[in-house]
């Protein structure tokens, strides 16, 4: 069974920066796609960044320029740098896990919330 379980989240000032970590129980060089999305109240999730293996990373336009996708293979983690956070960046933030041939669907962390507020 695979896991992902976040980590990093919290209060952080508008203009602030935050470093959100989703660790997985297995060699994540061996997952295609990962990603992170957020959620906010009474609105469907959706995707902020992924990171494709060996690919490019593609952001949302609203986050490009400020948050960093990346892969960390010798800890087995996906980082989501946020740096000059807005409040609109408050939701909760859900690491996702994709493209294994063996998997019969994809893998969801349980979820962080990030509140961007002053």
């Known amino acids: 069974q695979v896991q992902l379980v976040e980590s990093g989240g919290g209060l952080v000032q508008p203009g602030g920066s935050l470093t959100l970590s989703c660790a997985a129980n297995?060699?994540?060089?061996?997952?295609?796609?990962m990603a992170w999305y957020r959620q906010r109240p009474g609105m469907e999730r959706f995707l902020v960044a992924a990171?494709?293996?060996?690919?490019?990373?593609v952001y949302v336009s609203s986050v490009e320029g400020r948050f960093s996708i990346l892969r960390d293979n010798t800890e087995n983690k996906l980082i989501l740098q946020m740096d000059n956070l807005k409040p609109e960046d408050t939701a909760i933030y859900f690491c996702?896990?994709?493209?294994?041939?063996?998997?019969?669907?994809?893998?969801w962390g349980q979820g962080i919330q990030v509140t961007v507020s002053s």
């Open positions: 996702n896990a994709d493209g294994v041939a063996t998997w019969e669907h994809p893998y």
């Open positions: 990171s494709p293996k060996g690919g490019k990373s």
């Open positions: 297995m060699n994540i060089d061996e997952i295609y796609y």
